[in-house]
């Protein structure tokens, strides 16, 4: 996917902070693969604080105190299409134009922007410490979105893909739970009671609904900031969706499915999930928790 030239990308590139991270530590399981496991399970809305369980053994690893960035290279289509934290700050321009209206109108919610903040190395939130092995997540408790894009190319290892759509994915469901806790029902979601039919993964799965459901309204209008959506595009951000499958993951890593902890849903579903959005455009197609609460 590309971005408009010309398009007006607001100025969320000028309002996104640094990572103004103070340096720290955390406890490293030791390997890429138990840092995936920490970044898959923040990924799509898991919260630093429930990290305890996931983390275990290892010494403490140090982390260099990250400084602040600044995004006034972040201005035309060509630095969105070309650099990852301008599509990061593009792509939630985006995502406040289109839930603006779309809240309002599906939902009769005003919409609030959530923070937005791209970090190297590790940064404080309001949910804890975060370090680049948490990968992107969304915190309830400063109403923020964190991302630090060197997580993106970690997607390949579990056969996702690095594509600049595939990224914009991550983003708007990241965006999806800020949605969620502006109905309150993001504090439905239980990581302690995992399981396939669980709030947890329908929380999950309304997420990755509400990304697809982003991507049918983002590239339409006289003002919208995308070019078209190609069928190759929404083909990347299926292969992520698959590869952040808790089926896909347990398999990877412990050789086994084991529906019973899972937390997401599996790959099957949070692709299907997408397609319910992106093919309706309506909050009605993405009602996984069974609310009938939207219009049209």
């Not at 396939?196 to 929380?203: M, P, Q």
């Not at 209008?221 to 499958?245: C, D, I, M, Y």
Request: charged letters at 20%.
């Amino acid at each position: 996917m590309t971005f408009r030239e010309g398009a007006d990308f607001g100025d969320r590139a000028q309002t996104t902070r640094g990572g103004g991270g103070r340096g720290g530590t955390i406890a490293a399981g030791g390997g890429i693969g138990s840092l995936l496991l920490i970044g898959l399970f923040l990924l799509l809305g898991g919260n630093p604080n429930d990290l305890g369980g996931l983390v275990s053994g290892g010494g403490q690893q140090e982390l260099p105190k990250a400084e602040g960035s600044q995004y006034q290279h972040c201005t035309t289509a060509e630095d969105g299409n070309n650099h990852a934290d301008c599509r990061v700050a593009f792509t939630a321009q985006s995502l406040d134009n289109v839930w603006t209206e779309m809240l309002r109108d599906q939902a009769g919610l005003e919409y609030t922007e959530p923070g937005l903040v791209i970090f190297q190395n590790s940064t404080n939130s309001g949910c804890g410490m975060a370090s680049s092995s948490t990968g992107p997540f969304y915190c309830p408790g400063d109403q923020s979105a964190y991302f630090d894009t060197s997580f993106f190319s970690q997607l390949e290892q579990l056969g996702g893909s690095d594509a600049p759509f595939a990224q914009m994915y991550i983003v708007a469901h990241e965006f999806g739970h800020h949605i969620q806790q502006i109905e309150g029902t993001l504090r439905l979601s239980n990581y302690n009671q995992p399981g396939e039919d669980s709030n947890a993964v329908k929380v999950e799965l309304q997420a990755d609904c509400y990304a697809g459901l982003w991507a049918h309204h983002a590239d339409k209008g006289e003002n919208a900031l995308l070019e078209p959506l190609t069928e190759e595009q929404v083909k990347t951000a299926l292969e992520s969706a698959r590869a952040v499958g808790d089926d896909n993951i347990q398999q990877r890593t412990q050789g086994q499915v084991r529906p019973d902890l899972w937390t997401h849903g599996s790959s099957k579903d949070r692709q299907n999930a997408f397609l319910a959005g992106y093919q309706s455009g309506k909050m009605s197609q993405c009602d996984t928790l069974g609310r009938g609460v939207y219009k049209g």
